[in-house]
C-alpha cells in the first residue's frame, strides 16, 4: 500500500454517512492499521475505508482557482461570490485597471453581465475588477 503515499485521493468510509475525506496521503501506518491524509494529519483506520479513489486535483485546490487571492482580499469571479458579498454585506474594492474606482462599495444584487451598488452604480462585471474585502489569518 506504499504506492498510494503522496498521491492525492478521496477516500470513501464506511460510515453511517458514507463520508468522504480528500486530501494527499502522506503516510501508510500498516503497525497501527491507519493512514495519514493531509492537510490536517487526518488519521483513517484502514478497516473503516470503504474505497479509495486517486485524484488529479482537491476541491480545495478548485476553489482556490476560483478566487483569486490578492493583499487585500479576493478577486471576485464566480456568481456565488457575489452572493456571498451581497448576503454579509461585504466592503467590496472596484477597480478599473490600475484606477481605483469605489473604496468600500456594497453590492445590492447581480446578474450575469452587471453589478448594481449601493448608490446606484451600475457595472458591467467586464470592465471592472471587484475585490472583496477579507480578514484572513483569524
Avoid at 479576493?74 to 461585504?90: C, E, R, T
Avoid at 478599473?96 to 448594481?116: C, N, P, S, T, Y
Wanted: net charge neutral; with cysteine.
Amino acid at each position: 500500500m506504499k504506492h498510494w503515499e503522496g498521491k492525492k485521493v478521496m477516500v470513501t468510509r464506511d460510515d453511517e454517512y458514507t463520508s468522504r475525506l480528500y486530501g494527499t496521503i502522506q503516510y501508510w501506518d500498516e503497525s497501527k492499521n491507519r493512514l495519514i491524509l493531509q492537510p490536517g494529519a487526518i488519521n483513517v483506520l484502514l478497516n473503516d475505508i470503504l474505497y479509495i479513489k486517486e485524484l488529479e486535483q482537491l476541491p480545495q485546490e478548485l476553489e482556490s482557482s476560483a478566487a483569486e487571492l490578492n493583499h487585500i482580499g479576493y478577486v471576485m469571479k464566480l456568481p456565488v461570490q457575489f452572493d456571498n458579498a451581497i448576503l454579509f454585506g461585504s466592503q467590496v474594492m472596484i477597480w478599473q485597471g490600475d484606477r481605483l474606482v469605489e473604496l468600500q462599495a456594497k453590492i445590492i444584487k447581480h446578474d450575469h453581465q452587471q453589478v448594481f451598488l449601493g448608490n446606484g452604480r451600475i457595472l458591467r462585471k467586464s470592465d471592472y475588477r471587484f475585490i472583496v474585502r477579507s480578514l484572513r489569518g483569524c
